[in-house]
């Protein structure tokens, strides 16, 4: 997009400096004219322009987090011990779970995120049996989906929150690789905090965390929450966005924003 801008002003810049070559000085209204289409092209290219440069920074940011947690969460299995040996359990959904069932599962919750709050910069950090700020939330495709709650708030305002465990024995299978197959849990991560879109696959990215580190959701090898069925804009359903976090990471854009035929065995960008 901006070689197409660069494009169009070249052209207006070289139609006035060959005008200038045969005419002494332009009238007045030539040069509103001139403005005029100077003014179209860059109301037609700035929202596009404005929408990469933000696609781009929540590229940046995903990156730099995957980088910084996956340091954290291997220290943490160094000096802590492997994960299923943490004491954590189950917790899927509250539904259906008895109240002591329920305080079980935030203790277990927040013992995540106190073992990993000693190996990452946290400003906050507000615990599952606290009353927390919370903010609405969407999926890919605007769905409203639930909400989330302020959890571990890091130094940069990047924000940890929708801690699952999935299996307390990190046993849980949810892909075809050998850290796919050891899946203790996942989390969500909101780049920019309470700020919009709140929108999964946007500004909010969920990860895996395994016996052997993160990983992100959604890579070729995953079988529960894949690229294709669920990184799709015109797919309404509330998980509309888990399958996102390993295209921006491995791939570098979220063209998935702009073209659905994109596929890890075919297309990686819209153009």
């Known amino acids: 997009m901006y070689n197409k801008v660069m494009h169009h002003i070249k052209r207006v810049f070289y139609f006035l400096q060959n005008y200038r070559t045969r005419h002494c000085a332009f009238t007045l209204a030539e040069v509103l004219i001139t403005l005029g289409i100077i003014g179209v092209v860059a109301a037609?290219?700035?929202?596009?322009?404005?929408?990469?440069?933000?696609?781009?920074?929540?590229?940046?940011?995903?990156?730099?987090?995957?980088?910084?947690?996956?340091?954290?969460?291997?220290?943490?299995?160094?000096?802590?011990?492997?994960?299923?040996?943490?004491?954590?359990?189950?917790?899927?959904?509250?539904?259906?779970?008895?109240?002591?069932?329920?305080?079980?599962a935030n203790e277990a919750r927040n013992k995540f995120l106190q073992i990993m709050s000693k190996y990452l910069k946290v400003a906050e950090l507000c615990p599952y049996n606290s009353t927390c700020e919370d903010w609405d939330r969407y999926s890919l495709d605007g769905t409203a989906f639930s909400y989330f709650t302020k959890r571990m708030v890091l130094a940069d305002g990047t924000i940890i929150t929708g801690v699952t465990i999935l299996s307390p024995q990190c046993?849980?299978?949810?892909?075809?690789?050998?850290?796919?197959?050891?899946?203790?849990?996942?989390?969500?991560?909101?780049?920019?905090?309470?700020?919009?879109?709140?929108?999964?696959?946007?500004?909010?990215?969920?990860?895996?965390?395994?016996?052997?580190?993160?990983?992100?959701?959604?890579?070729k090898e995953e079988t529960n929450a894949t690229f294709e069925e669920v990184c799709n804009i015109n797919i309404p359903r509330r998980t509309n966005g888990y399958g996102c976090t390993a295209w921006v990471i491995y791939n570098g854009n979220m063209d998935y924003l702009h073209c659905t035929d994109l596929s890890w065995d075919g297309k990686m960008k819209c153009r």
């Open 44 to 104: 037609m290219t700035m929202p596009s322009l404005i929408q990469k440069q933000k696609e781009q920074e929540y590229t940046a940011k995903l990156k730099k987090f995957n980088s910084l947690m996956s340091q954290a969460i291997i220290m943490a299995i160094n000096e802590e011990g492997p994960i299923e040996n943490w004491g954590l359990t189950r917790y899927a959904s509250s539904e259906g779970m008895t109240d002591d069932e329920i305080a079980d």
């Open 171 to 219: 046993t849980q299978k949810v892909g075809n690789s050998e850290a796919l197959q050891n899946v203790c849990g996942e989390f969500f991560v909101d780049l920019n905090g309470k700020k919009p879109p709140n929108a999964t696959g946007k500004d909010v990215f969920i990860f895996y965390y395994t016996k052997y580190g993160i990983t992100p959701v959604g890579t």
